[in-house]
Nanobody
Framework: QVQLVESGGGSVQAGGSLRLSCAASGYTYSRYCMGWFRQAPGNEREGVAAIDSDGRTSYADSVKGRFTISQDNAKNLYLQMNSVKPDDTAMYYC??????????????????????WGQGTQVTVSS
């Protein structure tokens, strides 16, 4: 059974930094795609970033240059958020694609949306 547990959310002032973590268990694919989504009240879910077993990364335009996704050997996932803005306020979810597959650069969002999800961690950025 795959379990994803996020942590590290909280309140931060604009311009500050925050690091989200996702502890993964039961996710045993040798080739895989994992990532982060976010959703603010009244907004659609947005794919933030993805990383695969080869370490290739993809980012939403809205966070490029500010956020960095990374992983460790245990498939725990991280999201370093720098220069945060009030628009970054949202619930952040850790996701993992189903099946043995790397992230596709053109479809990583749909790969992750159809996969496993954590419960989320709230990030609030004040101006």
């Amino acid at each position: 059974q795959v379990q994803l547990v996020e942590s590290g959310g909280g309140s931060v002032q604009a311009g500050g930094s925050l690091r989200l973590s996702c502890a993964a268990s039961g996710y045993t694919y040798s080739r895989y795609c994992m990532g982060w989504f976010r959703q603010a009240p009244g907004n659609e879910r947005e794919g933030v970033a993805a990383i695969d077993s080869d370490g290739r990364t993809s980012y939403a335009d809205s966070v490029k240059g500010r956020f960095t996704i990374s992983q460790d050997n245990a498939k725990n996932l991280y999201l370093q958020m720098n220069s945060v803005k009030p628009d970054d306020t949202a619930m952040y979810y850790c996701t993992a694609a189903r099946g043995k597959s790397d992230c596709n650069s053109w479809s990583w969002r749909s790969q992750l949306e159809a996969g496993y999800w954590g419960q989320g961690t709230q990030v609030t950025v004040s101006s």
